[in-house]
């Protein structure tokens, strides 16, 4: 079965240490997206790409987040600097049109400490 | 802005007995989808069901099926012949234009054996 990749899986740093999250989106989804995952503010979506353009990122923190996407295989989500209440879990997703279910990865669990 | 409530943040189920989700959601589109995503321990996010507003048979996947009242703008899930294994989280979500998925609060679904 294709898969999204997300890379690490884990992730423990200090505050104000750049954080890069890594996502392989399934090879023929055109669009990617990132959510944020805590106990207070549950699955809300941060940024999200269409054909490698950006079309959304208006829920992130613009000072301190950036989303690219790179090539086709590869979306990145980074932090810098990063603080402790950006600890989450987050989640990458790759789909084709809003007919079809997302696809998620198995997320990255951020703590900074 | 759209919005999904899951008004029941916790559920318990004996097992092989029959258990069902609530779910709501407001908007102002007339053609969207909705999905419910399980999320166990592990983490992952799977999905479990989709519903195309268009159609007004209701979606069902073997013990999984909703019950979708579009006036109502209601998208229950009902899990038949509970199994252990169906313990999890339980998202219910809707595709807004442009793919972007608005997720629910979650509703924790526990099931005794």
């Known amino acids: 079965d294709a898969r999204v990749t997300q890379t690490p899986r884990h992730k423990v740093t200090e505050m104000g240490q750049e954080v890069t999250m890594r996502c392989q989106p399934i090879l023929g989804h055109n669009t990617v997206f990132w959510y944020r995952q805590t106990m207070m503010q549950g699955l809300e979506l941060l940024a999200y790409?269409?054909?490698?353009?950006?079309?959304?990122d208006s829920g992130m923190p613009k000072d301190r987040f950036s989303a690219e996407m790179p090539d086709a295989t590869l979306a990145t989500l980074k932090i810098q600097p990063s603080e402790p209440r950006d600890s989450a879990v987050y989640f990458c997703a790759s789909g084709t049109d809003r007919r079809q279910p997302q696809h998620f990865g198995d997320g990255t669990r951020l703590s900074i400490l | 802005a759209q919005t999904v409530t899951q008004s029941q943040p916790e559920m318990s189920v004996q097992e092989a007995e029959t258990v069902t989700l609530s779910c709501t959601y407001d908007t102002s589109e007339s053609d969207y989808y909705l999905f419910w995503y399980k999320q166990p321990p592990s983490r992952q996010m799977i999905l479990v069901i989709r519903q195309e507003a268009y159609k007004q048979q209701n979606a069902t996947e073997n013990r999984f099926s909703v019950n979708f009242q579009k006036a109502a703008k209601s998208f229950s899930l009902k899990i038949s012949d509970s199994q252990l294994g169906d313990a999890a989280m339980y998202f219910c979500a809707y595709n807004t234009s442009g793919s972007r998925l608005t997720f629910g609060e979650g509703t924790q679904l526990t099931v005794n054996p």
């Open positions: 790409f269409r054909n490698r353009a950006p079309l959304d």
